[in-house]
């Protein structure tokens, strides 16, 4: 098969028709073959019986039912597990994104060489206090991970097989698919200029919470990718640091008193120096750092994916 178009839904009964028809027109126009997996995320609308009624017109349509609503993230991964064709686009059912980007989207990653098209909502038709934190968020994003898209959060992404095969998209990491695509060792990312359309029906199924959640989850993702194997070599460090500015201000503390001694000065108390907090507070802080680096690292040998790498590919053995 040559395409799987994945379209993660959250009640949007109202707007599957007319997505999987246009879709439709548009893939008549081309020779490939294609499946629309339509992974309803535990719709409490009529979702269920559209898209029984569209299976029973079109047999492009498959669809994966959630019993409950787990999020954008955990669709995308079931219809990634899924997915047959060798070049897989996902797309927001709310049809503000346009299939009539298929056709490019599926040259750039068939005849371009691209791992990876990230849509870019150039003109976007979204509320202020939407589009405004995105351009923040983009911005962040853009410079930690040193992937130059201007737009991370995209619902219209095509991939080649191998990248949505590689990769687990979990808790709310969808917007970070493009960090976890590179993390996997799949750098040619490109973009795509894509048309937006206002949202039709329904209502938008993310509040301004998703903000503070990106953003907590953009320091995961930094951590887990620089850290997430050798989390040691981040607190081990801080706590050496810390240990050794607190050790330092102690014995400095201690010779200090030793030459008043020495001398038979009448000499402070050492705990009336502010650097006897300072010293003391630095080397609590850096041994706790250090114990707290040490626990991970133990939780991350016995951690069942310790040893998972991407392969890209194997000679001379058998499937
Ligand atoms: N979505 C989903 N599960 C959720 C929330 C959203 O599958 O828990 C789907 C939703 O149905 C839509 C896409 O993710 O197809 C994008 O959501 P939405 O249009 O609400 O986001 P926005 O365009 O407002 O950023
Ligand atoms: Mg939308």
């Avoid at 009529?46 to 669709?75: C, P, W």
């Avoid at 797309?91 to 599926?106: C, G, K, T, V």
């Avoid at 850290?227 to 981040?234: D, T």
Wanted: net charge positive; proline share 3%.
């Amino acid at each position: 098969m040559d395409l799987s178009i994945i379209v993660p839904s959250f009640n949007e009964d109202e707007s599957l028709p007319e997505l999987v028809a246009w879709i439709g027109r548009v893939m008549s126009q081309t020779q490939w073959t294609y499946e629309i997996v339509i992974v309803d995320d535990g719709s409490r609308d009529n979702t269920m019986n559209v898209i029984e009624k569209l299976q029973g017109t079109d047999s492009h349509v498959k669809a994966i039912s959630f019993r409950r609503n787990y999020g954008k993230s955990a669709a995308l991964n079931v219809g990634f597990a899924a997915a047959e064709g060798n070049v897989v686009i996902t797309m927001d059912a709310d049809l503000q994104d346009s299939p009539d980007e298929i056709p490019e989207l599926m040259d750039m990653i068939l005849n371009q060489g691209y791992d990876m098209v990230s849509g870019w909502k150039k003109v976007r038709h979204d509320p202020l206090n939407k589009t405004l934190p995105s351009k923040l968020f983009n911005a962040v994003t853009r410079k930690i991970s040193g992937i130059h898209l201007h737009d991370f959060n995209c619902g219209l992404k095509a991939y080649k097989r191998d990248v949505v095969k590689s990769i687990e998209v979990y808790g709310e990491m969808h917007r970070y698919i493009p960090l976890l695509a590179k993390e996997a060792g799949f750098v040619k990312i490109g973009e795509k200029v894509v048309t937006h359309y206002e949202r039709k029906f329904g209502v938008s199924k993310f509040g301004i919470e998703r903000t503070i959640k990106g953003f907590l989850d953009l320091l995961s993702v930094t951590f887990m990718t620089k850290f997430g194997k050798r989390p040691m070599h981040l607190f081990g460090a801080l706590g050496t640091l810390m240990f050794f500015i607190g050790f330092i201000a102690s014995i400095w503390l201690g010779a200090k008193k030793i030459w008043f001694v020495y001398h038979s000065l009448s000499a402070p108390l050492i705990t009336s120096s502010p650097y006897f907090y300072l010293a003391l507070t630095c080397m609590i802080l850096g041994t706790q750092l250090f114990l707290t680096g040490f626990i991970a690292e133990l939780v991350t040998r016995n951690a069942p994916e310790r040893n998972t790498y991407q392969i890209a590919r194997k000679l001379g053995f058998k499937e």
